[in-house]
């Protein structure tokens, strides 16, 4: 389920990569931060509705694929985790495109390498205590999610991907 949601999230970042390095290349800024602007909004949208929908089906959608408790329990635990997290992925993958439109390659990898310190930890005491179980899992990924969407928004509310000036051809 997280990954379908995911990519339907991620989905969103290839119009913004396309029409983010479209509007660069035409060195029009001012069409670039509004391209930008609107494709963050429309995937915070996307993210809160699929998140909504998701932990509002969290206690139905078990019941159709177990009649344990134990198991119905804990996709139900997953699945409202996975609901309450998907607004940090739509912001963490639309900030993507429009860092990937503009050729930020640098702040995208600099992210990506911060954002696995909040993941570690989570992760780690999961494997180490096994009692969180999928909770825990599901926790390391929102903690990566999160950081991801904090780091990625400074760097596009900063406006540090835009090019200074117009290229010299």
Not at 80 to 92: D, M, N
């Amino acid at each position: 389920m997280f990954f379908l949601l995911a990519l339907c999230l991620d989905a969103l970042a290839v119009p913004a990569a396309t029409f983010v390095a479209e509007a660069l290349g035409q060195v029009d800024r001012d069409a670039a931060r509004l391209v930008a602007a609107r494709c963050v909004r429309l995937s915070v949208l996307a993210s809160v509705a699929t998140g909504a929908v998701t932990v509002a089906v969290a206690p139905l959608l078990p019941r159709l694929f177990s009649d344990e408790p134990d198991v119905r329990r804990a996709a139900t635990v997953a699945l409202i985790a996975c609901g309450l997290f998907q607004p940090f992925a739509g912001q963490a993958f639309a900030f993507d495109g429009v860092l990937l439109g503009a050729g930020d390659f640098v702040a995208l990898r600099r992210a990506m390498l911060l954002a696995l310190v909040p993941f570690a930890v989570p992760a780690a005491l999961t494997l180490w205590l096994r009692w969180p179980g999928i909770a825990g899992v599901w926790l390391a990924l929102g903690c990566w999610l999160a950081a991801r969407a904090f780091l990625l928004g400074r760097r596009w509310r900063a406006e540090s991907w835009l090019p200074a000036t117009a290229p010299t051809g």
